[in-house]
């Protein structure tokens, strides 16, 4: 397995849980709950993932 490098987002407070994602593997994003970082990861293709973030901030009138 590919050794992901995790991080939060810099909005997130660095105590508190979080989702945390890596995009260090070209052809995958991981994401994963930093309260379980030992625990599952979910595994996603970079367009999905783009298609994900521009569907959210779509949703929340970004663009």
Known sequence: MP???????????????????????PTTVAIR?????T???LHVTPSTWRAFQESLASDLGLV
């Open 3 to 25: 050794d992901f490098q995790y991080r939060k987002s810099s909005y997130s407070n660095p105590d508190r849980e979080c989702v945390e994602i890596a995009t260090n593997i």
């Open 33 to 37: 709950d930093s309260k379980h970082p």
């Open 39 to 41: 625990g599952p990861s």
